[in-house]
């Protein structure tokens, strides 16, 4: 079946510094990527998309690269700020049976500090 | 912004006990979802309702578990006898149409099983 694996956090940054996580992703047929965020106490919210190979996703500074060969999409960010300290869910559409259902991630808290 | 809410927020229950979660999905969607996360664990999808029907399921969703859309405006999930491995977070999700970049998600309710 479809999976997704993602680095497990937490992860803990200075403010302007660099952010990599990891995902990768397991699906028969072409299946759409996406990055949910969850900021504290509120519902998951839709990052950014890609829905086929080499897409680049990007919103609110943040990208990420459908990459088919290497079954990847690493979400990165330029300069991260106190206010992305969330958690970052990896995830896959399956439409497997004609509805839409979402496979995620396991999920990776971003702490980042002043 | 309209959005999905969720009530309670968090609830204690004693094994065996009946437990019923309520949603009120965004006003003009159609398609309705539960996912939970067991802590530490992926979100997983429970089931998909749609038409005043259960659409798809998964393996998780069994006898124990049922969902109800019973004014129009809420939409419920029921846990008939609760074990101690049903405590998770749970969400819910609706969306106007067929498509998961649509899905929006609510903040979730915390269930605690003893």
């Known amino acids: 079946g479809n999976s997704v694996t993602q680095m497990e956090g937490p992860v803990t940054l200075s403010e302007e510094a660099f952010l990599t996580i990891n995902c990768t992703y397991t699906a028969t047929g072409y299946p759409s990527l996406f990055w949910y965020v969850q900021y504290p106490g509120e519902g998951l919210q839709l990052l950014l998309k890609a829905t086929k190979a080499d897409d680049k996703g990007s919103n609110k500074g943040f990208e990420a690269t459908y990459r088919k060969e290497t079954t990847s999409f690493h979400l990165e960010k330029g300069s991260v700020q106190v206010s992305d300290s969330a958690v970052y869910f990896c995830a896959l559409s399956d439409s497997s049976g004609g509805y839409q259902k979402v496979t995620f991630g396991i999920g990776t808290k971003l702490q980042v500090i002043p | 912004e309209p959005e999905v809410t969720q009530t309670p927020s968090h609830q204690v229950t004693q094994m065996g006990q009946e437990v019923i979660l309520r949603c009120v999905p965004i006003?003009?969607?159609?398609?309705f979802y539960w996912y939970r996360q067991i802590l530490g664990q992926k979100v997983e999808f429970l089931v998909s309702f749609y038409n005043n029907e259960i659409s798809e399921k998964s393996e998780i969703f069994d006898d124990q578990f049922s969902v109800e859309r019973p004014d129009g405006s809420n939409f419920t999930l029921k846990i008939r006898s609760t074990k101690l491995e049903d405590s998770a977070m749970y969400f819910c999700?609706?969306?106007?149409?067929?498509?998961?970049?649509?899905?929006?998600f609510g903040p979730g309710t915390r269930l605690l099983v003893l």
């Open positions: 006003s003009n969607h159609l398609y």
């Open positions: 999700a609706s969306t106007e149409q067929n498509t998961v970049e649509t899905q929006y």
